[in-house]
């Protein structure tokens, strides 16, 4: 699954600016895609880069920071489950 942030957008709000961190940037911002739109259970949502909602790629670098950061056991936070809530098919929540 393709991440629906671009690596530039990553690499600002995590304040990279070399090169040498875009393997483990690139990794881990697939990893926030995918915790995201594994708990909005929407996997054929339909959604790249450019047409993504802002609040799913808000929720996104959100689960990027947490994932970032190593004392944060959980990247799914009471924070992102509140902006993703209204993402998440009823029918399957």
């Known amino acids: 699954m393709a991440?629906?942030?671009s690596l530039a957008d990553a690499k600002t709000d995590l304040?990279?600016?070399s090169t040498d961190d875009d393997n483990d940037v690139t990794l881990k911002m697939n990893m926030a895609t995918?915790?995201?739109v594994d708990y909005i259970k929407r996997p054929d949502h339909?959604?790249?880069v450019d047409t993504?909602?802002?609040l799913i790629k808000a929720?996104?670098?959100?689960?990027l920071r947490n994932l970032f950061d190593e004392e944060n056991s959980d990247p799914l936070t009471d924070g992102v489950?509140?902006?993703l809530h209204r993402f998440r098919d009823p029918a399957l929540a």
């Open 34 to 36: 995918e915790i995201v």
């Open 15 to 17: 304040r990279v600016t």
């Open 46 to 48: 339909g959604w790249d």
């Open 52 to 54: 993504s909602p802002y």
């Open 59 to 63: 929720a996104i670098i959100l689960v």
């Open 81 to 83: 489950k509140a902006i």
């Open 3 to 5: 991440s629906l942030i």
